[in-house]
């Protein structure tokens, strides 16, 4: 068994369960970062890595090897899934749901209780080769309550209107309008979230 590898200068509140070769603090090859702090009640699984300069508020959870760069800040409430990659910079506030397997690129922006499907990919990039692409990056931001589907595809900048939903395995490439369902790739307007039949059954 290994017990967790805690850096200098972290700080981590009360009642906290960490699983296996966690490693906290980990300082990146770059810059510099304030510590690190976890809010109480964090439940954080085997061979999760969460970097310096991370603020996360009380109640987090992750699954294993999911990994945390510099500099993001989480809410409360805030639950990630095993295998997950959270790039550096990256804002997720209290109570987003964000499912195994998903990738989250810099200076995204996740809003309150959204919730994000498996396998989800997220991109920042819009011409990745070019010279200058790190001064350029934009991650998409997500609405209050939106619902992004599993396997869906986000491309560099989009936004995901409030209480939106994007269906499994759409590509959106345009900003989507609040309370507004899309599907597809490219992802286009089906109807709005009030229209569907599951909606009228709560």
Not at 57 to 74: M, N, P, S
Not at 84 to 103: A, L, M, N, T
Request: charge should be negative.
């Amino acid at each position: 068994m290994s017990e967790p590898l805690i850096y200098p200068d972290v700080q981590i509140g009360k009642d906290p369960q960490l699983g296996e070769f966690v490693v906290i603090g980990k300082v990146p090859r770059y810059g510099e970062y304030e510590p690190t702090i976890i809010g109480d009640e964090a439940l954080i699984n085997s061979h999760t890595i969460i970097y310096t300069g991370v603020t996360i508020g009380r109640r987090f959870f992750c699954g294993h090897h999911v990994t945390v760069r510099e500099g993001c800040e989480f809410g409360n409430g805030v639950s990630i899934g095993t295998g997950c990659v959270i790039e550096h910079h990256v804002k997720i506030e209290d109570g987003v749901r964000i499912h195994s397997s998903v990738f989250i690129p810099e200076f995204s922006v996740l809003h309150v209780g959204c919730w994000i499907g498996p396998r989800v990919c997220f991109t920042n990039a819009k011409y990745p080769t070019l010279p200058g692409v790190k001064d350029n990056l934009s991650g998409p931001e997500i609405g209050p309550g939106a619902i992004i589907g599993a396997n869906a595809t986000l491309l560099p900048g989009v936004t995901i209107g409030d209480g939106a939903m994007v269906g499994a395995g759409a590509v959106v490439t345009h900003d989507v309008e609040a309370n507004t369902v899309v599907v597809g790739n490219p992802a286009r307007p089906y109807k709005k979230v009030d229209e569907l039949s599951y909606r009228n059954r709560i």
